[in-house]
Structure formats: C-alpha cells, structure tokens
C-alpha cells in the first residue's frame, strides 16, 4: 500500500542531479563529444527553469490541484493505493501528456506556454529545465482532469507527473546517440531531437513523454535521418537572452494580435487557431512551412523527404 | 523550501554560467553573407538574395530580393535567427551610417545595422520604405 502524503516531491530532489549532469555534459561536450553550449543561452534556459519554480513557490500549482481534487470527489471508481495502481497512473498520465502536448503545439493558447521550452538554438540539459511559467494559469492540467474522475489521487498524479518531466530531462542531449531496441517503446535522445527541430521534415513530430509508442499509434511518429541534421528553435527566432522576454513573448504577440482583431472571428483564430495562423494567411503555420518546403525542393522532397514528412501530417 | 530553494537555484545557475564560460564556451556567431545566406536557405528557402547589407559590426545581415522582398539575418549568441518582410512593413531610418529598422515584436525589438557610409545607409532605407524606382543603384 502507498500513503499518497508520503510520496516525496521529486523533481526537487532531483534538481541537486540535474545539476551534476549539467556539469557533465558541458565538460563532456567541452573536450569533444557531440553537442554544443554557449553560456549565455544556457544561462538563460537556467534562469527561465528558476522562474518556473517560483511559479510553483507562489502557489500557482494550487490551481491544477484544486481542479484534480474537484474531479477526484466525483470520481467513477474507487482505486487501490498500491504500487500497480500508481504504474498505471504513470503510463495514464503519458498518454495524456502526448496529447497535452501535441495540443501544446496546435494552439496558440497552450503554445504561449510551451514556446519558452522550444526557445533556445541549443540542444543540451539546461534546454530540458527551460520550462514555461504559466502553464497552471493557461490551464495545461485539464488535460489530465480523466485521471483524476477515473479515480486517481491528484497526489499520486503529481507525483508520476513529476518522473515523467524527470524522465524527459536526460533526452535533451545530443551526447546520446541511438539506443537500439530502446527506441521502439521508448522516448529517447534522437527522437526527442527531432522533436525539438525546425526541419519542415521534423516540425510537429514525436510529442511523447516517455513512451514512443503514442506517436507510432497516432502517426506523429518521425525518425532522425543522419542525412538531415536538426536545426533547433522555432521558426521566428528570438533575439534576447532575457527570461521575461522569453517567458512572455508569444503573450504580447497575442495581445497585439487581439487588440488589432477585426472581429470575434479573427480574435478566436489567433487564440485557438494553431501558430501562425493569420486572417489573411500572410504567416506561415507548420503546415504552410511543410507545403512550402515540398515546393522548393520539389523531387528531393519525394526522394528524401518524403517518408519522414508523411507520418506527420 | 520556497525562497531558499530559489536563491540557491539562482547561485547554482551563476556558478554554471562562470563554469559555462571558464570553458569558453561564451561565444558570439557573424552575420556574414556566407552564414546569413546559410540561415536563410533554413528559414527561407524560397527567398532569392539579391543584394547585401552586412552591417560592420557583423552582428546582421540585410538582404533584399530586388522585387520589395527582404530579409534580415541577425546573431543570437552563437546562432542566428532571421525575419522576411515586404518593403513598408517595417519602420527604418537611417542616421549618419546607421540604418535602424523598427520590428514591433516582442522577442526582436529594433535592429541596428552599421553601413559602410552614410549614402549606403541612406539607399537602403529608401529601399525599405518601399520606393521601387530606387532598387537600382
């Protein structure tokens, strides 16, 4: 049996092991392995991890934990506390997290939030810690409300929430390369890679937590090809190493976008409409981005293209 | 925890960053033609330069199509980011040999590019606000 209140908030005890491993890997990669660091960025992927603590220190998590408990009093059954209950609720919460984040990048709402995790150029630990800072304001816990009525704890939820964000820590690095028979089930370093680049051929691919297996299910599964080198960031670029840019700047973009809105119609799609989406369609979304990159690159897209850009649509 | 843990957070991170660099890895990318021309096949690929302004400091690159079209190349770091407009879409001015140009996103600000004298600044933001009679030298 588990007593829910004992479970320990683990991401904060992993931090001390986050950092160990930032040092690793930046010496590793300073003496020749794969991968890259500038100071700056990683400084401000560190800044912008902090941030998103102090979210949780001013109480913000209160938000998404109140909504769960809300669901788990109405909740359908009556679950045991043992360890078999939490290793469902973990691969549970996986499959929502894919469809949490695949969403994440589908709209705008949700995007807001999750652009910050997608900011740096750079591929490397401190790019795993640059997480948003309102995702319990923008509501990204919704998509978890199933597990919490089918009779889940949200303590319990919280709890395999926080592996799963640990899980994804050690995949941002391109030190790894491919890991075998791993990759199947697994998320790994390659495919979150390509999670992570803007390659019309990887945009919005492989959106899993820890299991591969839901982006194979649902068709957003795309392999890293040697012959195509991610290219990390999002597609317009900042220009500033300032956590408070970074952290607020796609919320400006929508606010400017909703006071210049010239109907509801127009406010609603640049809201709830995917990236990019525009009332005259002059910006790009990643589809516009994908079509545009089979025009240019005509058959070279059928021949090399073709297989890695298919499972994606 | 609460405000302990994010004050330590905050000295781990200035550690990392002292380390970062103690490693040299505090770096700073060009824009030149070459590179820009590079980051624009990326983010770009159907943009077709036709002329350059790389600015003296080798921080941007402006580029234009020669048909109103332009682009600009900008360093981040060690890495580059660009953005493509029409000519008129974007405020610029230039003063003396600078040639500022005004993006009106938050993640961006105004870029400022270094020509090499006054009358080149000034062409090119005569291209910018849109005359096509000036696209010619």
New interface residues.
């Given amino acids: 049996m588990i007593d829910y209140e004992t479970l320990p908030p683990v991401v904060l005890y992993a931090i001390p092991g986050f950092i160990l491993l930032i040092i690793a890997e930046m010496a590793a990669v300073r003496f020749g392995a794969p991968g890259r660091y500038e100071t700056r960025d990683a400084m401000a992927s560190l800044f912008v991890g902090t941030g998103s603590r102090l979210a949780g220190i001013l109480g913000l998590g209160a938000i998404g934990y109140g909504v769960w408990t809300f669901f788990y009093e109405h909740r359908l059954f009556d679950l045991p506390a043992t360890w078999w209950t939490a290793a469902i609720a973990f691969i549970g919460y996986d499959f929502f997290y894919y469809w949490a984040h695949r969403i994440y990048h589908e709209r705008r709402w949700f995007w807001a939030d999750h652009v910050i995790h997608h900011s740096s150029q750079h591929y490397n630990l401190t790019t795993a810690l640059r997480q948003g800072w309102t995702g319990n304001v923008s509501g990204t816990f919704v998509f978890y409300t199933p597990l919490a009525l089918l009779g889940f704890h949200p303590l319990l939820l919280a709890f395999v929430g926080g592996l799963n964000l640990i899980y994804q820590f050690w995949i941002h690095t391109e030190i790894i390369d491919r890991m075998g028979p791993f990759e199947w089930v697994f998320n790994t370093p390659s495919h979150h890679r390509v999670h992570h680049a803007t390659n019309p051929e990887y945009i919005d691919a492989n959106y899993a937590g820890t299991l591969i297996i839901w982006d194979r299910m649902f068709g957003t599964f795309v392999p890293e090809r040697r012959e195509e080198t991610p290219v990390y960031g999002i597609v317009k670029n900042l220009r500033s190493f300032n956590p408070l840019v970074i952290a607020f700047h796609e919320y400006r973009s929508i606010l400017r976008d909703l006071l210049s809105a010239r109907s509801l119609k127009d406010a609603w799609g640049f809201l709830w409409g995917p990236p990019g989406w525009s009332p005259d369609g002059s910006r790009m979304t990643s589809t516009a981005l994908k079509e545009r990159w089979r025009r240019v690159h005509g058959g070279e897209a059928d021949e090399a293209g073709e297989a890695a850009l298919q499972p994606a649509e | 925890?609460?405000?302990a843990?994010?004050a330590l957070?905050?000295l781990?991170?200035?550690l990392?960053?002292v380390?970062?660099?103690a490693?040299?890895?505090?770096?700073s990318a060009g824009a030149g033609v070459e590179t820009a021309s590079e980051r624009l096949a990326?983010?770009e690929?159907?943009f077709e330069a036709r002329d350059w302004l790389v600015s003296e400091d080798g921080r941007a690159a402006l580029s234009s199509d020669g048909a109103g079209g332009f682009a600009l190349v900008?360093a981040?770091?060690?890495?580059?980011?660009?953005?493509r407009w029409r000519a008129g879409e974007r405020a610029a001015a230039a003063e003396g040999t600078e040639l500022r140009i005004a993006f009106?996103?938050?993640?961006?600000?105004a870029?400022t590019l270094q020509a090499t004298d006054a009358a080149e600044a000034a062409r090119w933001s005569r291209l910018l606000a849109g005359d096509a009679d000036k696209l010619a030298r």
């Fill in positions: 925890m609460g405000w843990e994010l957070s905050a781990a991170v200035t990392l960053g380390l970062s660099a490693l040299g890895q505090w770096r990326l983010d690929p159907d900008f981040l770091g060690d890495r580059l980011g660009s953005r009106r996103e938050p993640g961006l600000g870029a």
